[in-house]
């Protein structure tokens, strides 16, 4: 099972608003990725975590908070975001960091993110 | 810095027909290089890699890329296109040393004609 399962789908939400994303894997991988997805460019990544610690946050702004709560889970914590910030957010996977730098990550289908 | 470029954001092909999408990169290290596809309203979906073990690599749904280094490039190609083949294509790199960050290109969107 190669799968990398996101919700919701869909998700709109007012810039004073308090939602969450959600990410879950099961194939034992040890790096977990949030990537934001603007149209037609590609993705950016916003946060890296290996072994349930952040080993990579790529200056985002702090109304994005990440969290792994296990090994399998990954959450996106959004507060107080900006109209600007509607996006396709993607997660990924990896089996681990470092250890194989040809490791392949496997995208989740994303969660589409309106901001009014 | 590592950096690639996808020249053409725009290919369209017959059915049928071969298709070739471009990536060169720039990396002052050996290379670690990805082709992803992403149909519509979905994630990405790797399609090969090139870990240095093969200059040329097969990978899913017929499509397959020759890393070329005195030209610096992975360009993707398939020898029949199909409607199915229809999505945007991105290239990306890494290389050692950057815990898996992937560096993507702008994309190739690829449109199949009858």
């Known amino acids: 099972d190669t799968e990398v399962t996101q919700t919701p789908k869909h998700l709109v939400m007012g810039m004073t608003n308090k939602k969450s994303l959600k990410c879950e894997q099961h194939?034992?991988?040890?790096?977990m990725y949030w990537y934001k997805q603007k149209a037609k460019k590609p993705p950016e990544l916003m946060f890296v975590y290996s072994y349930e610690k952040l080993s990579i946050n790529e200056s985002v702004p702090s109304r994005f908070s990440p969290e792994c709560p296990n090994s399998s889970l990954l959450n996106l914590h959004l507060h107080a975001l900006q109209p600007e910030d509607s996006a396709l957010y993607l997660c990924a996977s990896s089996q681990d960091l470092g250890l194989a730098v040809t490791d392949t990550q496997y995208f989740g289908p994303g969660t589409r993110l309106t901001v009014l | 810095a590592q950096s690639v470029t996808q020249l053409g954001s725009h290919v369209s092909v017959s059915e049928g027909a071969l298709v070739l999408l471009r990536c060169n990169y720039s990396?002052?290290?050996?290379?670690?290089l990805f082709w992803y596809v992403q149909y519509p309203n979905q994630g990405l979906q790797l399609l090969l890699k090139?870990?240095?073990?093969?200059?040329l690599v097969k990978g899913i749904n017929g499509f397959e890329a020759e890393f070329k280094k005195s030209e610096t490039s992975f360009h993707l190609t398939k020898p029949s296109a199909h409607m199915s083949d229809a999505a945007e294509y991105f290239c990306a790199v890494t290389y050692t040393g950057t815990a898996s960050k992937l560096t993507f290109g702008t994309g190739t969107r690829l449109q199949v004609t009858l």
């Open positions: 194939m034992g991988h040890r790096a």
């Open positions: 090139y870990t240095s073990a093969a200059t």
């Open positions: 990396s002052s290290v050996p290379p670690y």
